[in-house]
């Protein structure tokens, strides 16, 4: 007998857990929309001596310039 309580007491607590499941009736369904991770691009890192090399150029250009008119 005791062994019936038991499972008697088992199926009256997984009964009365299992009606938790069903809360909130038929109501609509909330959805809520996808969240998007918002992708923040770094900007390129700007190289602050990027006139350096068109300066030596023009330089080099100008050194040779010079030295064909002394010969």
Same mark, same amino acid.
């Given at each position: 007998m005791r062994a019936v309580k038991t499972f008697a007491i088992a199926a009256l607590a997984a009964a009365s857990f299992s009606t938790a499941a069903f809360a909130g009736g038929f109501q609509a369904e909330i959805v809520e929309p996808p969240v998007? $991770? !918002?992708?923040?691009?770094?900007e390129p890192a700007g190289s602050s001596y990027g006139w350096v090399? $068109? !300066?030596v150029a023009l330089a080099a250009l100008a050194a040779l310039a010079y030295t064909q008119t002394q010969e």
């Open positions: 998007v $991770p !918002v992708i923040v691009e770094p090399l $068109p !300066v």
